[in-house]
C-alpha cells in the first residue's frame, strides 16, 4: 500500500454521480491522501441532458484538473468512466502518475462505447436514446437488481435505482477521438469485482488492451459502495 501522499481523481460511470465514490474517497483521505470526486455535466440531480456532447464531459475533468492544480494525480474510472478518462488523459499527461480502470470499459481508439457493445445491445440503447425526448437513457429498478447490485438486499437497491439519474444518450454514442492509453507509458491497473455482470465484454478482455492482468476485489459492479474498504486499498495498491 502507497504511504506518500498523493491526489485521486475519482470519476463515476453511467447513471452515477460522484456521490458513488464518497466511501471509497473518506478511506483514501484517511490514509492521508488527497481525493477529489467529480460529478460530470449532466449527471447531477435535475441537470439539464439536451444536447451534450462526449467532449463535454472530458472537458469538465480537464478542467477540474487543472482549477484544483492537480499534479501527481492517479485517475481513477469507474464502468462507462473508461471513456472519459481515456480520452481526459490525453491532456493531462504532465499531470497524471497513474491510470485505474475500477469495473471499466476500456475504450477502443474510434469507437464509441455503443460501438464496442454486440449488436442487439447496440441497438437496444440507440432505441432508448432515439425514445427519449431529450435523448437521455433512464435508469430502472430492473437494472439495478439484475446487472449493477444483483444478490443485495432490496432496499439496498431500490435507494441506488432512486439515486441515478438519466445519462446522456451521446457520451455512450460518440467516438472516442485519441490514440489508445498505452501510447502515454503511464502506469495502468484494472480492478474487476469478482461478481461484476454488467460489463458488455469479460473483465479480463479489457484489461488485456492495457496489457495487464485484472486485479480480484470483492462485491459486483457496485463494490464501490458495497465493499469500500477493499476498493480503496485495491486503489491504493495499483
Same mark, same amino acid.
Given at each position: 500500500?502507497?504511504?506518500?501522499?498523493?491526489?485521486?481523481?475519482?470519476?463515476?460511470?453511467?447513471?452515477?454521480?460522484?456521490?458513488?465514490?464518497?466511501?471509497?474517497?473518506?478511506?483514501?483521505?484517511?490514509?492521508?491522501?488527497?481525493?477529489?470526486?467529480?460529478?460530470?455535466?449532466?449527471?447531477?440531480?435535475?441537470?439539464?441532458?439536451?444536447?451534450?456532447?462526449?467532449?463535454?464531459?472530458?472537458?469538465?475533468l480537464?478542467?477540474e484538473?487543472?482549477?484544483?492544480?492537480?499534479?501527481?494525480?492517479?485517475?481513477?474510472?469507474?464502468?462507462?468512466?473508461?471513456?472519459?478518462?481515456?480520452?481526459?488523459?490525453?491532456?493531462?499527461?504532465?499531470?497524471?502518475?497513474?491510470?485505474?480502470?475500477?469495473?471499466?470499459?476500456?475504450?477502443?481508439?474510434?469507437?464509441?462505447?455503443?460501438?464496442?457493445?454486440?449488436?442487439?445491445?447496440?441497438?437496444?440503447l440507440?432505441?432508448?436514446?432515439?425514445?427519449?425526448?431529450?435523448?437521455?437513457?433512464?435508469?430502472?429498478?430492473?437494472?439495478?437488481?439484475?446487472?449493477?447490485?444483483?444478490?443485495?438486499?432490496?432496499?439496498?437497491?431500490?435507494?441506488?435505482?432512486?439515486?441515478?439519474? $438519466?445519462? *446522456? @444518450? /451521446?457520451? =455512450?454514442?460518440?467516438? !472516442?477521438? &485519441?490514440?489508445? +492509453?498505452?501510447?502515454? #507509458?503511464?502506469?495502468t491497473?484494472?480492478?474487476?469485482?469478482?461478481?461484476?455482470?454488467?460489463? $458488455?465484454? *469479460? @473483465? /479480463?478482455? =479489457?484489461?488485456?488492451? !492495457?496489457? &495487464?492482468?485484472? +486485479?480480484?476485489?470483492? #462485491?459486483?459492479h457496485?463494490?464501490?459502495?458495497?465493499?469500500?474498504?477493499?476498493?480503496?486499498?485495491?486503489?491504493?495498491? /495499483?
Amino acid at each position: 500500500m502507497s504511504t506518500e501522499p498523493s491526489a485521486y481523481l475519482l470519476v463515476p460511470g453511467a447513471w452515477h454521480g460522484g456521490w458513488s465514490w464518497w466511501p471509497v474517497a473518506k478511506r483514501l483521505r484517511a490514509a492521508g491522501h488527497r481525493a477529489v470526486t467529480v460529478t460530470l455535466p449532466g449527471l447531477a440531480d435535475g441537470d439539464d441532458r439536451a444536447g451534450l456532447r462526449f467532449q463535454d464531459a472530458v472537458d469538465h475533468l480537464v478542467s477540474e484538473v487543472e482549477r484544483r492544480a492537480l499534479t501527481d494525480v492517479t485517475l481513477v474510472g469507474h464502468s462507462w468512466a473508461g471513456y472519459p478518462i481515456a480520452a481526459a488523459v490525453h491532456r493531462l499527461a504532465g499531470r497524471v502518475s497513474r491510470l485505474v480502470y475500477y469495473n471499466a470499459q476500456v475504450p477502443m481508439p474510434g469507437r464509441s462505447m455503443a460501438d464496442d457493445n454486440p449488436p442487439e445491445v447496440a441497438a437496444f440503447l440507440r432505441g432508448l436514446i432515439e425514445s427519449s425526448p431529450d435523448r437521455a437513457i433512464p435508469p430502472t429498478l430492473e437494472f439495478v437488481q439484475q446487472i449493477f447490485m444483483q444478490d443485495v438486499a432490496e432496499d439496498a437497491q431500490r435507494l441506488l435505482a432512486e439515486l441515478l439519474v $438519466p445519462h *446522456p @444518450g /451521446a457520451y =455512450f454514442l460518440d467516438a !472516442l477521438d &485519441v490514440p489508445d +492509453v498505452t501510447t502515454l #507509458g503511464i502506469p495502468t491497473r484494472y480492478l474487476l469485482g469478482e461478481h461484476d455482470h454488467a460489463l $458488455p465484454r *469479460p @473483465g /479480463a478482455e =479489457f484489461a488485456a488492451r !492495457l496489457g &495487464v492482468e485484472p +486485479v480480484l476485489v470483492p #462485491g459486483t459492479h457496485e463494490g464501490l459502495l458495497t465493499h469500500p474498504d477493499a476498493v480503496a486499498d485495491a486503489i491504493l495498491a /495499483a
